[in-house]
């Protein structure tokens, strides 16, 4: 039995995605923040953890990339995870003004509030604002969650499909102390910071094509350390064990401050 750790309650999306991913044999254990998630990884409580790094209709998600950048974990892993949203509750639409769900949720649905003219509340967890309403126990008040999530805690859905795009997936990276070995089908993500000097990410760039290795994303965060600086995570083509690959990851270090290989893994498809 394989132990995975994932941030929220029983049926929210983290647990799904984690289910998906390992397919049979596995036990998912919640905890409150993406912090505590990691950290039971650290300790060999759980020997996975799933943590969502990106949404296609909202971006990335700055915590998680935060702590990517701390954590002494490898990504060993990465799955793309459809996301339905329902509103539920106990009330009929009409009646609903105020709506609990987790910051990233309430964006991606936020059409569907605004049209309806719903104040938001923000909570840790989809699948914990589900267990927030059928406490409240009130009409007027209702949540974005799954419907697996719905079923779970015995709630009523009011309405299905109610994100502002329907081709709505999330990005979830798998976690652990292990490494996995070439598939022909890989995929490297970094962390790098540079010189604050022109040219200087220029430079770090012209290495893929130089190699013709395909760049599939880079993002910026601020270091927290000083003011307008940033660290870049990068995403590309390739496993880190590739001659060709660990050349050009040779040349980039030469370019940068600080450089840190978070793993190399499978690349995963939209299902």
């Not at 929210?12 to 950290?39: H, M, Q, R, W």
């Not at 000097?197 to 290495?207: C, D, F, Q, V």
């Not at 401050?257 to 793993?263: A, N, P, Q, S, Y």
Request: charged fraction near 25%; charge should be negative; glycine fraction near 6%.
């Amino acid at each position: 039995m394989i132990n995975v750790s994932f941030q929220g309650e029983r049926g929210a999306y983290s647990e799904a995605a984690a289910k998906s991913f390992f397919k049979n044999g596995i036990k998912t254990i919640p905890l409150t923040t993406f912090a505590e998630i990691l950290d039971n990884t650290s300790k060999d409580i759980t020997e996975y953890s799933i943590l969502p790094v990106e949404n296609s209709l909202e971006g990335s998600v700055g915590e998680s990339y935060d702590l990517l950048y701390s954590t002494n974990l490898n990504a060993t892993g990465e799955i793309y995870h459809r996301i339905e949203h329902c509103l539920i509750g106990f009330g009929r639409i009409e009646e609903i003004d105020t709506v609990y769900s987790h910051p990233q949720a309430l964006g991606q649905c936020r059409n569907f509030i605004e049209k309806n003219n719903i104040k938001t509340i923000p909570t840790y967890d989809t699948a914990g604002s589900v267990k927030i309403i059928q406490k409240l126990n009130e009409k007027k008040c209702a949540c974005i969650a799954s419907k697996e999530a719905a079923s779970i805690y015995n709630m009523p859905i009011i309405a299905e499909n109610i994100a502002n795009n329907l081709n709505n997936y999330t990005r979830f990276l798998i976690l652990s102390k292990k490494e996995v070995l070439e598939t022909g089908n890989d995929k490297t993500s970094i962390i790098f910071s540079i010189k604050h000097e022109p040219g200087s990410l220029y430079r770090i760039i012209e290495n893929f094509n130089k190699n013709n290795i395909n760049l599939t994303k880079i993002e910026s965060r601020p270091t927290k350390a000083n003011t307008w600086e940033y660290n870049f995570y990068v995403d590309f083509e390739g496993h880190q064990k590739d001659t060709k690959v660990l050349e050009m990851l040779n040349k980039i270090e030469e370019e940068t401050l600080f450089i840190k290989i978070l793993g190399s893994y499978p690349s995963a498809k939209l299902n």
